[in-house]
């Protein structure tokens, strides 16, 4: 029996491309409708007595740089709403990639004290829920990380060892903000070292190796972005430009080659090879 403890940090504010990326896997929106989502936010909305205001900074950014007025706003909200000790002991600061211009701070909300909550019928549905991704993003990057306690079991039986993971939250620090993924971790009953163990089911599962997924416009973004591959401000129209030429269509939320994609891709790779290789 293994039980380690270890701090989850959270994730840095939202860039373009991480926007993008989480509303498509958060809320089912394209990278075209979240960027015309963002640019109403950006813009301003009429809020009632507030008037028209923006509510989130330039949404066509590659840096996850933040203001000091905008990291000390979180700390007030932070301490006030959670308690001290959800705000870490030194504030976050995040490094943006070499290749970056940084031209423009990282996407956050104008004013934390305008909660999405406060906007529930006051915006659209889509502009409430992108606006929600983005608050508890920035407030959620800004937070004290989560302490965690890891536990490793390994048992043996007839020769042969099984071993299972588990952790258990001892402090949740920014997790309520963060849609958690899937880690195959459990919770585990509390156990003791030498404990005999009996067999309550034994599952057995055949896997087979399964060739690469592919792309939908949360990878395709992100792939572009790792691979240099356009701009912030041009994600949305090169998958725009894919799908308007009827080079791939979208299947069950995939991009899959129509017969005109794959030969003009075997024409640009023979006759342009080298700006066809991105390496």
Excluded at 20 to 41: D, I
Excluded at 139 to 151: C, F, H, P, R
Excluded at 199 to 206: D, G, I, R, T
């Amino acid at each position: 029996l293994e039980v380690k403890q270890r701090e989850k940090t959270p994730p840095p504010p939202f860039i373009t491309s991480t926007l993008q990326q989480n509303a498509n896997q958060r809320l089912g929106y394209t990278a075209k409708r979240t960027m015309s989502v963002a640019q109403r936010l950006y813009e301003g909305l009429d809020l009632g007595e507030r008037g028209t205001t923006a509510l989130i900074t330039y949404m066509r950014t590659d840096s996850v740089r933040i203001s000091d007025e905008a990291r000390n706003q979180a700390r007030e909200f932070i301490t006030a709403t959670w308690g001290k000790e959800y705000y870490p002991a030194k504030p976050r600061v995040y490094k943006t990639k070499g290749s970056a211009q940084d031209a423009h701070e990282a996407v956050r909300p104008v004013d934390v004290s305008i909660t999405p909550d406060s906007l529930k019928g006051v915006v659209t549905a889509e502009q409430y829920n992108l606006y929600r991704l983005i608050w508890n993003r920035f407030l959620a990057s800004q937070m004290a990380g989560a302490k965690v306690e890891d536990t490793v079991v390994l048992a043996e039986c007839a020769g042969t060892e099984w071993r299972a993971r588990g952790e258990r939250i001892l402090f949740p620090g920014f997790l309520p903000l963060t849609p958690q993924k899937e880690d195959g971790n459990e919770d585990l009953p509390a156990l003791q070292q030498g404990q005999d163990l009996k067999l309550v089911k034994l599952e057995k599962e055949q896997k087979f190796t399964q060739p690469p997924a592919r792309f939908n416009e949360a990878s395709l973004v992100k792939t572009l972005e790792e691979e240099g591959i356009g701009r912030p401000s041009t994600y949305a129209s090169i998958i725009s430009t894919l799908q308007d030429r009827d080079y791939v269509r979208l299947q069950e939320k995939s991009f899959v080659p129509t017969d005109l994609g794959a030969v003009v891709s075997d024409l640009l790779s023979e006759h342009f090879s080298t700006l066809m290789d991105v390496g």
